[in-house]
């Protein structure tokens, strides 16, 4: 199993990913039993296809931004007359 990517991670918990990938199992075991059709499980796999496509332009319009952000310019420290006499 590969390493926990932890840079991602809390993006893929706060998007529900998890929970997804648990739904497309549950469709999976749910369709080998009988207990869905096909055109259902398409269906379904089809709504996680696209929710997987705008998790991707999320995360590519996430690091883009991040990518063109300027650093903040940093406040000038007031000095003390004590650093100001010497």
């Known amino acids: 199993m590969?390493?926990?990517d932890y840079v991602s991670?809390?993006?893929?918990?706060?998007?529900?990913m998890n929970d997804i990938i648990q739904g497309l199992v549950g469709?999976?075991?749910q369709l080998r039993?009988?207990?869905i059709g096909v055109n259902d499980a398409v269906a379904r796999s089809q709504l996680a296809k696209?929710?997987?496509n705008?998790?991707?332009l999320y995360l590519n319009g996430s690091k883009?931004?991040?990518d063109m952000a300027k650093p903040a310019a940093q406040p000038a420290i007031p000095?003390?007359?004590e650093q100001v006499d010497g």
């Open 2 to 4: 590969p390493s926990r």
């Open 9 to 16: 991670a809390p993006v893929s918990e706060a998007l529900g």
């Open 27 to 29: 469709d999976l075991e």
């Open 33 to 35: 039993a009988g207990k």
């Open 50 to 52: 696209q929710i997987f």
């Open 54 to 56: 705008g998790v991707r």
């Open 64 to 66: 883009m931004l991040s």
């Open 79 to 81: 000095q003390t007359k």
